[in-house]
């Protein structure tokens, strides 16, 4: 008990001390700071500024508080869609006017891919790009060529058919070695050069009708189907030995055309020869048949069509004795 009221009077004489050591102005400053008796309010310090009802309208202005909570109508919403700073341009240096969108936007419809390969070489644009290519095989139907297209040396079958193609030319497939098939059906073809196909020795297949064709070139001996239907062909059109040496020959069309005569004479491998609606009136005994070999049948060639001639088949019985079925077309 003695040390806590010892501790307790050291504590009251270094308060008094302290206190007087205060200059006088300063104590003076504190009593006027403190409440005396009777007030209704306690005084908040504030620095330099005591709130109190005299100033409490300056220190702080609630008269503009309505113009502060008002914003108007709201900000548009910015959507980040890159993680890159911004750059500001000054409205100072800034000379071009903003953008606006249009209310009626237009699209502009893609050319098509008539106009583009009307000249084609000339635009330089590959092949597969305009045609399409599935391995050794292009496709470039309807699309309105005019010329035959540069073809990858792969080429082995050609599609072109429903253009306005009209003439071939020795160099439009010269090194395609691996070409098979050519189909260049509904074309307006009215010239090939003599040479076009003469060193395609792989060519299987050639299929030009619906064109205006009036002749026929140097064909390769490999060719096993040649269609020439719906031309203008006529017999002076076609060398005498045209397809004497074309062993592999199956199957050929010559149906609508203006053929007077039988081309020949025709491979032992021929199968299948459609000449109807031609102009053939007359033909040859050894057109078909051997007349020297009586006892000989050409059991291959089985399918002769000559219906829509003019030509009565009863006055040639020579001509197709040695054929295991007799041509169709007219006998009276």
């Known amino acids: 008990m003695r040390l806590l009221a010892f501790l307790s009077l050291l504590a009251l004489v270094l308060q008094e001390s302290g206190t007087a050591s205060l200059p006088r102005k300063e104590r003076k400053r504190r009593e006027e700071r403190m409440p005396r008796e009777g007030d209704s309010f ?24 309505e113009e502060l909570t ?15 700073p911004a750059t500001r341009i000054s409205p100072a240096k800034s000379t071009t006017a903003p953008r606006t969108p249009s209310s009626n936007p237009t699209m502009t419809r893609p050319t098509t891919a008539g106009p583009l390969l009307s000249s084609q070489p000339n635009h330089g644009l590959p092949t597969c790009l305009v045609c399409v290519c599935l391995g050794s ?25 429903f253009n306005r193609i009209s003439r071939i030319r020795a160099e439009d497939f010269e090194g395609l070695t691996k070409l098979k098939r050519i189909d260049l059906s509904s074309n307006l073809i009215s010239s090939i050069d003599n040479d076009a196909f003469r060193l395609l020795h792989a060519l299987q297949d050639l299929i030009l009708p619906e064109n205006q064709l009036e002749a ?117």
Request: glycine share 4%; net charge negative.
């Open 42 to 65: 306690e005084v908040l310090p504030l620095g330099n500024d005591v709130l109190n009802p005299d100033n409490y309208g300056e220190v702080i202005d609630l008269s503009n508080y």
């Open 216 to 332: 026929l070139p140097v064909l390769p001996s490999g060719i096993e189907i040649l269609d020439v239907r719906q031309n203008r062909l006529r017999s002076s059109g076609i060398q005498p030995v045209a397809f004497r040496a074309m062993e592999k020959l199956q199957f050929l069309y010559l149906s609508d055309n203006l053929l007077d005569s039988i081309p020949g004479p025709l491979p032992l491998s021929l199968r299948s020869v459609h000449l109807q609606n031609n102009l053939i009136e007359t033909m040859q005994r050894d057109v078909f048949c051997d007349p020297e070999e009586h006892k000989y049948t050409r059991r291959q060639l089985e399918d002769i069509r000559l219906d829509g001639n003019p030509i009565n088949l009863s006055l040639f019985p020579s001509a197709y004795f040695c054929l295991p079925r007799l041509p169709i077309g007219r006998f009276v």
């Open 137 to 161: 095989s292009v496709y470039c139907d309807d699309i309105d060529l005019e010329d035959i297209p540069p073809l990858p040396r792969r080429t082995a079958y050609l599609y072109a058919r």
């Open 70 to 84: 008002d914003y108007g109508d709201q900000l548009p919403e910015v959507k980040v869609t890159s993680f890159a």
